[in-house]
């Protein structure tokens, strides 16, 4: 199971952090991953905001947020943060964490419910 939350709405150049608890799963061969959906898109319209490897905790970040968004974990916690800062307006959307079996991929083994984040110009 996946619980995201942090989302809420912020003014361009602002700071929010999403967090995401996993509890159930055994997450040795997983990667934690989150993604923003494009409204009525499906699954073409799923974009790969940044990913963690949980073996190495090597990264990856989609394009547009290279720079200003930072995934970390609190192990003890069973907790993996988003950190998303100097938010833009184009930001907005509904995010959602979820496992991966590799950084990248479209198609996720399981998720949480989405937060949305709301960034006013």
């Known amino acids: 199971q996946l619980q995201a939350s942090g989302g809420g709405l912020v003014q361009a150049g602002g700071s929010l952090r999403l967090s995401c608890v996993v509890s159930?799963?055994?997450?040795?061969?997983?990667?934690i991953g989150w993604f923003r959906q494009a409204p009525g898109k499906g699954r073409e319209g799923r974009e790969g905001?940044?990913?963690?490897?949980?073996?190495?905790?090597?990264?990856e970040y989609g394009d547009p947020w290279k720079g200003r968004f930072t995934i970390s974990r609190d192990n003890s916690k069973n907790t993996w943060h988003l950190q998303m800062d100097n938010l833009k307006p184009e930001d907005t959307g509904v995010y959602y964490c979820?496992?991966?079996?590799?950084?990248?991929?479209?198609?996720?083994?399981?998720r949480g419910q989405g937060t949305q984040v709301t960034v006013s110009s």
């Open positions: 979820a496992l991966y079996s590799v950084c990248g991929l479209i198609d996720y083994e399981y």
């Open positions: 905001v940044g990913c963690i490897y949980n073996d190495d905790d090597s990264t």
């Open positions: 159930g799963v055994t997450l040795t061969y997983y990667a």
